[in-house]
């Protein structure tokens, strides 16, 4: 068994060693899902066609057996024993990520971005995940209707159909909206915050804007369950030649900007690097601040594209009053400067402690 300290951890090991697979292993624990792939079954041995992965976790002084079992088509997550889903799960044990993947908030499109967005949104309210499941669903029979229904055969029958889905999009999506707003307002507090997270980001700490769809009035706001119905409404004709939903949460955006300058066209991939271990301590201090808890944070390359004296200030700002696990290539060379965490080395998929 592997135990963690309760503050800095430290990996070290070359490339290719398993640092990745051994945070993966936590994450998936936490989350049941990768934060490298969406392929299950690119995370199972070579030959094998499921795996398990468990661990126990202690939250407010009690400890807690979490077990995940995932085989082709089934995931199965056990809390002390008895089945449990991730709403259950979350409140128990709860985990960030960075790795490079993460990046493609910035390079990537705007479900990256949503993605981005969704995960600290539940993460700091579990109870939230029944209205995306809803929306999900929602929204995926709606477009199966709109699927199969041509211009030329949207009866009135199949309008009020439309219609009753919209009201039960506008239900959920304007709830999921709201949460988005304000998480975001209050990631960019502790942005804003002097001496904060943002003293790694180069140029200046980062600027967030929520982008709802349909737009609000008001910038700073969220359209609301009747505007969004009415937005839906208005859209209806359009949506029945295209074929998919045209407003709502699925068309929602975050745009991260420093000094006007949107940084996914213009930051360098140290900034956007700086930037993105910046967020994931942001939230952190937002699910502390609203769960009373701080999740666990995994860094994979803590140094890569970050020269040593912004490292340096990434590693003062991971050694916190918080669990972390940080993977590094060159984690030998840091260890030194840390001697208040606890180290530990991968060689060949085996970890053992640094020495």
Wanted: hydrophobic content about 40%.
């Amino acid at each position: 068994m592997l135990t963690w300290g309760s503050g800095l951890n430290i990996i070290s090991g070359a490339n290719g060693q398993g640092k990745t697979n051994l945070l993966e292993a936590v994450f998936y624990l936490a989350m049941s899902r990768s934060f490298r792939t969406a392929r299950r079954d690119a995370l199972a041995r070579r030959g094998g066609r499921g795996f398990g992965v468990a661990g126990e976790v202690e939250t407010g002084g009690v400890r807690h057996l979490l077990e995940v079992e995932a085989a082709p088509g089934r995931t199965q997550r056990r809390l002390d024993g008895k089945a449990a889903d991730l709403s259950q799960t979350l409140p128990v044990f709860s985990c960030l990520a960075f790795a490079s993947s993460r990046l493609e908030i910035f390079r990537g499109g705007p479900d990256e971005r949503r993605r981005f967005l969704d995960r600290g949104v539940v993460g700091v309210d579990p109870g939230l995940i029944q209205d995306y499941r809803d929306y999900s669903r929602a929204l995926r029979q709606k477009s199966g209707l709109l699927r199969r229904t041509g211009e030329s055969h949207a009866s009135r029958t199949l309008r009020q159909q439309i219609t009753a889905f919209n009201e039960r999009l506008a239900g959920a999506g304007s709830r999921i909206q709201a949460a988005r707003r304000d998480y975001v307002a209050r990631l960019q507090e502790v942005l804003a915050v002097a001496g904060g997270p943002a003293v790694l980001v180069p140029g200046g700490p980062p600027a967030l804007r929520y982008r709802p769809s349909p737009p609000a009035a008001d910038q700073d706001a969220v359209p609301g369950r009747d505007a969004l119905l009415q937005a839906l409404e208005e859209r209806m004709e359009d949506e029945i030649r295209r074929g998919h939903t045209l407003a709502g949460p699925q068309r929602d955006d975050l745009v991260l900007s420093q000094g006007g300058a949107d940084l996914a066209r213009f930051g360098s991939s140290g900034q956007q690097r700086a930037t993105l271990i910046a967020l994931k301590i942001a939230k952190m201090q937002v699910h502390r601040a609203t769960r009373g808890a701080y999740p666990v944070l995994l860094v994979d390359d803590v140094d890569s594209e970050l020269d040593a004296e912004r490292t340096r200030k990434a590693l003062d700002l991971l050694d916190g009053p918080f669990q972390a696990v940080v993977a590094s290539a060159q984690g030998a060379r840091w260890a030194g400067e840390r001697p208040a965490a606890r180290h530990f080395e991968v060689h060949n998929g085996i970890i053992g402690a640094f020495n």
